[in-house]
């Protein structure tokens, strides 16, 4: 076991088998914990600040280095101080493996690790260049890594693709006073696949691959201190984003964090991010992506015409169902006044949804997805890899106020059914006088609960899809993945309470269809016409308290061609529930009838009036035979004749 392996370090005859032993153990990283990996990485630093350590010591105890980068576990601040620690002695070891070696040039490479020494002569050189070309694979290949220990400046041969490169330019003998003897230049370079080593407070990663470049100089004169480093970075693509911006730092050991003192950015692009700095250390650049959305295209005209009609039934069944039960002598009024008032605060609130959903459910503040210019003005640290831009407030407005209503409608069909089986059950015509207070505080003051402590737990204004989604406006439901996330508002705000009050209704269904078949006498018969009553009355009741919205949790329940069939039955079921409602409570009851009659009669009378005119004739004698000539004796300064002709 690792820990085995710690207690053997001390005797230098076993430190190849040790380290060998220690790479076997860590073969599968994904299976290590936060112990596991603090020990590997102590047993790693011990193996290579040993003065008997081998060269097959050093590739052994870099190739467990390189599979701890592999690693995923939770933060540990005794894992955090052990890798760190070894971010240290690779650096010494970069600087120090060629000279142990006594060569000119030497590297460990490894799939997500790479050391690079180098001792050069300082009159020999004006800048070396470490690159790392790309490959079929993402892992690191010997072949592609290249040192160039002479260039004036940054050089990438046609042909191929760095994906990281660092340059690290020495003044010239003028600017250094001139070289007073000869001395070597040692150089190390450690480039890392990811950032596993390096944990930000400052900076969360959720996707992003952020690659880290350390340049380490060593020499006895000061014309071999670096004037100038350049780095490149490619950025790793995150599929469905696109870079928004980057931050060129290096890692402070003292603050134990990435720092931009002394870095900045160069002219940049998607493909190539370019940083400079005036010191060496651990370098990279902090990515952040935005998102590209897919908005919700516009409704359909299916869902168009039924929330059209809904909205049109539903403020017919208002405006009669005022007019028919608020109107009449107090005493009645008084009876059925706490039903009557649940029945219009469910036909309003649903009204209210239907026309906020229609006008408001499609985001009208999109963001533009339009390539994004990299500005090179300020270099500051993003909070994560994950841009999202701050709430412009009238989505989010949308979420909250559907969010309500839609709650307020559910909860209201509830007080009215748990109203509607307390009168059944009593055989009573009246409720207590208490009941109204109650229904109001249930009614309305539950949906406004829980909208404010669903808004309040996941609302922030500089990041709003924590409570809403950016596609459409709506409660959110998906993690980075794409896949339902039980922690999200959509399950715990919305979700859970009406599938509660769905179940409630049910069960209150149940109990006001039986009962009314029990106590009505004419509901006990079984031929057609009493069966089709007992229908008709468990369905009105059904569609008013929105049990068609259990069709929902199917939809989220199913794939394939049975999503596709419940999806449609449950557009069209909910699309149309305001106007079922005015079918089944408005349209059939008499006084509708009645009122609708007389509307059509009063249109369809039409009362002509015609205008009475007396004339006087009298015959002249003088016309000829066959016809007579008559003149308006009123008139008798025109001219105007009328001849009849005679048949």
Known sequence: MLSDIQQNLTSPADL???????QILTSKPEELTAENITAAAQIANTLLLSPNATESVRVAAVATVSQLLNSSTADNSQETNATLGLTLTLDQLSM?????????????????????????????????????????????????????????????????????????????DEAAGGRQTPTNVSLGFVLYQNDRFFRSGRYKKQQATIRVLSASVRGHERSVVPQHVEMLFRPSKVNGTTLFDFAC???????????????????????????????????????????????????????????????????????????????????????????????????????????????????????????????????????????????????????????????ATFMWSSVYATQLVLLIRTMSRSLPPYWTKLSLAMGWGVPAVVTAITLGATYRVDNPLGYRQEEFCWLAALDESQQFHFGKPMFGGFLVPVGLILIYNV????????????????????????????????????????????????????????????????????????????????????????????????????RIQLKDQTYSLTKNSGTRSGSEVYRDLRHQTTSDTITLQEL
């Open 507 to 606: 069960i209150l269904l149940v109990l006001v269809s039986l009962t009314t078949c029990r106590t009505d006498p004419n509901l006990k018969s079984t031929n057609r016409s009493s069966l089709r009553k007992k229908f008709l009355i468990s369905f009105s009741l059904a569609v008013l308290l929105g049990l068609s919205w259990t069709l929902g949790y199917l939809v989220l329940l199913t794939t394939g061609y049975t999503h596709l069939v419940f999806s449609i039955v449950f557009c069209l079921c909910t699309t149309t529930q305001g106007f079922q409602i005015f079918i089944l409570f408005t349209a059939r009851t008499p006084s509708f009838r009645a009122s609708v009659s007389r509307s059509m009669e009063y249109v369809t009378t039409i």
């Open 16 to 22: 190849e088998l040790l380290a060998t032993s220690t």
């Open 249 to 407: 730092v290096f890692w402070n050991y003292s603050e134990g964090d990435w720092s931009t003192a002394g870095c900045s950015k160069g002219n940049s692009s998607d493909e190539l991010l370019r940083c400079f700095c005036n010191h060496t250390t651990n370098f990279a650049a902090l990515l952040s992506f935005r998102q590209n959305y897919k908005y919700a295209e516009a409704l359909d005209w299916i869902s168009i015409t039924g929330l059209s009609i809904s909205i049109l039934g539903l403020v017919l069944t208002i405006i009669h169902h005022i007019k028919e039960n608020f109107n009449r002598n107090s005493r009645e009024r008084q009876n059925n006044q706490i039903s009557q008032i649940a029945l219009l605060c469910i036909y309003i609130s649903l009204l209210a949804f239907i026309i906020t959903f229609l006008s408001g459910v499609g985001n009208s503040s999109r963001q533009n997805n339009a390539p994004i210019a990299l500005s090179a003005q300020t270099n500051s640290i993003p909070n994560s890899d994950e841009r999202v831009e701050p709430d412009h407030g009238s989505c989010s407005a949308v979420v909250a106020l559907l969010h309500f209503l839609l709650l």
């Open 96 to 172: 120090n493996l060629s000279l142990s070696l006594n060569t000119s040039q030497s590297q460990v490479v490894q799939p997500n690790l790479v050391v690079q020494s180098a001792q050069i002569p300082a009159a020999d050189t004006q800048g070396v260049q470490f690159t790392s070309l790309s490959g079929l694979s993402g892992s690191f290949v010997a072949d592609r890594i290249q040192l160039n220990t002479n260039t004036s400046t940054v050089v990438v041969e046609d042909g191929f693709r760095a994906d990281t490169l660092i340059y690290v330019r020495f003044p010239p």
